[in-house]
Nanobody, 118 residues
């Protein structure tokens, strides 16, 4: 069984920064893609960024230039550095391992709340 545990959320003023971390534990052979999604109240869950094991990353247009995703493959950990935060970044942020080779379904963390005050 695989578990994803996020940390690093909190309350920050607009313009501030936060760093989220997500550790995958359990029976893991290899992880190709790890990502971050977010869900604001009343909205659908949306992709924020994802990254492959080789370091190729992909970002939502709304966070490009402000957020940086990175990972430590040896620690099965993915990070999200969030700078220049805006009130519209307020959401619950979820770590994700998508369905794929060796992964029979999507895996999600429990989520961590990020609140940006104006």
């Amino acid at each position: 069984q695989v578990q994803l545990v996020e940390s690093g959320g909190g309350l920050v003023q607009a313009g501030g920064s936060l760093r989220l971390s997500c550790v995958a534990s359990g029976t893991i052979f290899s992880i190709n893609v790890m990502g971050w999604y977010r869900q604001a109240p009343g909205a659908q869950r949306e992709l924020v960024a994802d990254i492959t094991s080789s370091g190729l990353s992909n970002y939502a247009d709304s966070v490009k230039g402000r957020f940086t995703i990175s990972r430590d493959n040896a620690k099965n950990t993915v990070y999200l550095q969030m700078n220049s935060l805006k009130p519209e970044d307020t959401a619950v942020y979820y770590c994700n391992i998508p369905k794929g080779i060796g992964w029979p379904r999507n895996y999600w963390g429990q989520g961590t709340q990020v609140t940006v005050s104006s």
